[in-house]
Structures are given as C-alpha cells and as structure tokens.
C-alpha cells in the first residue's frame, strides 16, 4: 500500500462499512414506546455520529478472511450499540461534559436516566449478537456470545481499576500498570473483540484467537494514546470532547504518568494535591498548571513516541496475522488503520 | 595517479537498511522511548495471554455439545449479569424461557458435535473430520503424538484447494510446510507429515480456494510435547 492511497482507503472504507452499520441500528432504534422516557435518548448517541471504527474493523476482518460482509453485521451493530453503553455509563463515571461536540446524556437528563439508557443500549446489543443465529447458526452465535461475554467483563475490569485508581488518588503507577489498564480497557472492544469475531465468522473457527490479542493490544493502545492526546492537542471544534477534560477528571493518561515520575519533589506534591480533589473543586488555574508541566517535562512528546512505538509493534502482528492471507481490500484497510488511528485529528 | 590522490567515498553512516519501529512513521533513529514501550508492551500482553492459558488449561474448554449448550448460555447470563446491571437478569430469564421452550439452541439442530478428547495417534492415521459438506479424511504421518483438526467451509466441496505451511503463534518456531490438500468430487484429503524435530505447539494454517484466492477453512495441527 502507498502511505498515500493508505488513509483514503481508511477513510472510504469507515465510510461504506459504517454505513452498512448504521443501516442495521436503524432496525434497532426505530422509535417505539416509551419514546421520551427512554428510545429517544437510547438513540442519542449512536445518532451523533462517530467513525464507526470497531465495526468497520469487525467486518473488514471478516472479509479479509472469506466472509460475506453480511455476515459479521449483526455483530457490528451489536458492538457499536455496546460501545454507546459504555460511553454513557462512562460518561457519567467519569463526570465528563460533552461527547461529540454536546452536552453528554446524564447532563442533559440526569444521571438516572442516563444509567437506564446506557442498560436498554446493552440489551439492545445483546439482542443484536442473538440475531446472528438466523444467518450463522446457533454453533457460531454461541461462540461469538462467549466472546462479547468476555469482552463485556474485560471492559468492566478495565473501567474499574482506573476508577479505582482515581478514587484511591493512586500516584506510584508505571507505564506497564497503564497498558495492563488500557489493554482491558479499550483494547478489548475496540480492536480486540472485532478482530477476533471477525476472524471467527470469517474462519468459522475459535481456533487461534489470541494471536488477534497481541494485534488489538498495541493497535488499541497506540489508539487509546492518541485519543489521549487529542484531548491535550486538539482542534476543540472537530474533537467533540472537553479540550483538557483527562486533566479536569484526573484521568492516569500516559502523559500524567510520564510527569508524575518526571516532577521535582514540590510539583509531585501540587499534583498529588490536585489530584485528590473532587472535580468540582478543581480549578481552570490548576488545570493551566499541569498542562503548562507537560509541556515543560516534554510529557506530550513522550506519551506521542509511546504510541508511535506500540502502533509499530501492531504492523509487526499484523503481518504475522496477515501475512499469509491474499490480497483483498480489507487487508489494506487493517493495514492502513494502524497509521491512520496515529494521523486523526 | 597515487593511491593518496584517489577520491574516496566517505565513511558510510550506515551499512543496513532501518528496520526500526520509530522509522515507520517517520520520527528519527530508534530511541530509548520507543524500544522500552514496545518490549513493557510484549511484556505486558504476552503475560496476560500466559495467564489466560493457564487458566483456560485449568477449568477446561467449555464445551459447544448439543446437550451442555442450555446451561452454557445461562451460565453466561449469569456471569453477565455480575458484570452489568440487573436489566441482564430480566433479559436471561427471557432467554431461559426460549431454551426450556424449545429454542434453536436444543439437541439435534445443526449444532456442531464437541471436538473429540486430544488423543495421540499411531505414527499414521486416517480419520474423518469436521468438513461441512464435503467428506473429509486426514492422513498423518508422525512419530509424535498429534491432533489434526480441519475446518472447511460449506461451499469447499468440489474446489480446487491449496494449504500453506503451518505457523505456531510463536513466529520463533518453524513452519510446518509439509501439508497438503486434495479435493477430488466431495472428497477432501488432508496430508500432514510432522518431522522428528519439530517443536511441541499448535501450528495453524489457512485453506484457501485455488481459484478465487479466497479463504475456505483452516487447518490446525498441535505437536505434543
């Protein structure tokens, strides 16, 4: 692939498979009763938008390895309506403001609401995964089922320790604590479980799945710093979430890791104290500050390489992924995200 | 002209092609940074696939038979609803209804049998195997102990196939290249020969349609130690 043809191909490709996605949530988020109390605002999210990633991801995977686009679809609305749970569930977790570029759910209606909607979404994506039986069969239902189990418990752990470590004002982190975190994280539903249930409808096989773990690992990794940084970097006007929000919400980024360990004694002690601060009492001045020390302790450089380096080691599994399979389309788009996730503004 | 007067190329910088993580993107030579993420990050994922074969070694496969696929999909409720909410319990008590009621999920609707125990097979061995709609017969020929698994695709009947050589998910070790396919009518012939050397792993290939490139199922191959 040329590094010129390789984003448009990404971006066409996002843009047809993500059609294809949002043509079948439409099934699930036709309007029905109780609208205003719940179907509405279940359709919120998933109507802002978004690159539809994960399941462009599921279905180029499929592809790749001989599947029927059709075939892995159910599964990819099934990830897209489990990804708006999470990012509503985790939007009121983490007390954040805005989500592509408006208010979020629990701010505009509260958070129990909020909490119902991000459950009716889970269930909606359970009874997506369950419709794949009508064209995969029962067999390969169940296991893509186990896989969404899995995913669904990998995510939670994830989203529990960096709760945890926020709760606890946890400090003495090490980069590896960080990418223990991410891999359940964000990995798991954003690279991981789309590779391996695309493998999986497209091989009709549960064997040799954790291959796509190392592949998904520093894919999503390198996506997960990148988003990060966006939050540090970003045109406010294309990244749709608060600029500087991981710094108002105490968020254990790489970049606050990096300077955590890089801070003179007097500064770590600031930190430790902004850090152990309830948002709300958090202030734009100390905010400023900590930015200003990124800067100043070149963590936004480090935390740029980290992800450079992890996107790297991605191209190296998917070759060994890939290498063997003909050349298709999909392949070069699964090439093609892995510059891509690291190019994105 | 003396060999002092000669003009000479200058010293090389470099005398192999850059093969660095950090040149892909076009950042500078390899640095500290990146090299340490990236052996942190093998490290780290490479720990948390040891740990979760340890484990899976440990509780056993779950089973996909007809008669434990009822009580898999409400174990899975259960352990799902742990994660989530209590919404889960209202909808795994609907599904617990459609299993007792007769759903696909019941013995004897198409669902695949359990793969047979791993056992060792004499140095050469034909034996039937998982291939849709196509007869399938595999013929191994080691000294070792060995399990051939092979998955074919419906539609691989009848088709001109072709199987590469075999990777363990360790790229470190050797393919195993000798394999090979025949499909002749509705009769598909896998042939393994696994060398006295070879290490113990599960090697992994794909089957692919001769004449569309595309792929129509795999082949697993696992070595005993």
């Known amino acids: 692939m040329t590094a010129a043809a390789a984003p448009n191909l990404v971006v066409t490709t996002l843009g047809e498979y993500g059609q294809l996605t949002r043509a079948a949530l439409a099934d699930y988020l036709r309007p029905r009763e109780p609208r205003r109390h719940l179907y509405d605002l279940v359709a919120d999210y998933p109507q802002r938008g978004g690159r539809m990633l994960r399941p ?5 995977t499929a592809r790749a390895f001989g599947a029927d686009g059709e075939d892995a679809v159910c599964s990819a609305a099934a990830l897209e309506l489990l990804h708006n749970a999470f990012l509503v569930h985790d939007d009121v977790e983490d007390e954040s403001d805005e989500r592509r570029g408006r208010p979020t759910l629990h701010a505009l209606h509260g958070v129990p609401v909020a909490v119902k909607v991000g459950d009716a979404l889970t269930l909606l994506g359970l009874r997506a995964l369950i419709d794949n039986r009508a064209r995969l069969g029962p067999r390969l239902t ?11 418990r990998e995510t939670v752990e994830g989203q529990a320790v960096e709760l ?35 493998a999986l409808i497209g091989t009709r096989s549960d064997r040799d799945l954790d291959r796509f773990i190392r592949f998904g690992f520093f894919l999503g990794a390198a996506f997960q710093i990148q988003d990060d940084l966006l939050n540090l970097l970003g045109d406010p006007a294309r990244y749709g979430k608060e600029i500087d929000g991981d710094i108002w919400e105490g968020k254990r980024t790489v970049m606050l890791i990096h300077l955590l360990g890089a801070a003179s004694a007097d500064e770590r002690a600031r930190l430790a104290d902004f850090l152990a601060r309830p948002r709300a009492e958090r202030s734009a001045e100390d905010v400023a500050w900590v930015r200003g020390r990124m800067d100043g302790y070149s963590s936004i450089e480090y935390g740029r390489q980290v992800a450079h380096g992890l996107a790297g080691a991605s191209l190296h599994e998917f070759a060994a992924i890939y290498g063997d399979l003909p050349d298709s389309r999909d392949k070069r788009f699964v090439d093609g995200l892995v510059t891509w996730v690291l190019e994105r503004a | 002209m003396s060999a002092s007067d000669r003009i000479r ?20 030579p390899l640095n500290d940074v990146v090299t340490r993420s990236v052996e942190l990050g093998y490290r780290v994922v490479d720990e948390y696939i040891r740990q979760g074969q340890k484990a899976a070694a440990r509780f056993g496969s779950p089973s996909l038979g007809t008669e434990t696929m009822a009580s898999d999909m409400q174990d899975l409720g259960v352990r799902m609803v742990q994660y989530t909410s209590d919404v889960f319990g209202l909808w795994f008590e609907m599904m617990n209804v459609m299993l007792a009621g007769g759903s696909p999920f019941r013995p004897g609707n198409g669902i695949a049998a359990p793969p047979p125990p791993a056992e060792p097979p004499p140095p050469t061995r034909a034996a039937p195997a998982d291939g849709g709609g196509a007869r399938v017969r595999v013929e191994v020929a080691s000294t070792r102990p060995a399990e051939v698994s092979v998955d074919l695709r419906p539609d691989a009947a009848g088709r001109r196939l072709v199987v590469h050589g075999l990777r363990a998910v360790d790229p470190a070790k050797p393919r195993l290249a000798d394999v090979s396919i025949v499909a002749d009518g509705d009769q598909v012939t896998v042939r393994v020969r696994v060398p006295p050397d070879v290490p113990a792993a599960v090697y992994n290939g794909l089957i692919v349609d001769e004449e569309t490139s595309r792929p129509a199922g795999t082949v697993s191959v696992r070595i005993a130690p």
């Open chain 1, 56 to 60: 462009s991801l599921c279905i180029a």
């Open chain 1, 142 to 152: 169940m296991l893509i089922l186990e896989e969404a189990e899995r995913m669904a």
């Open chain 1, 164 to 198: 945890g470590w926020r709760r606890d004002n946890v400090l003495d982190l090490g980069e590896s604590d960080y990418l223990e975190m991410v891999l359940k994280k964000t990995c798991w539903y954003t690279t991981i479980w789309p590779s391996r249930v695309g």
């Open chain 2, 9 to 28: 190329r200058p010293p090389l910088d470099r005398t192999e092609p850059i093969r660095a993580w950090s040149s892909l993107f076009g950042a500078g």
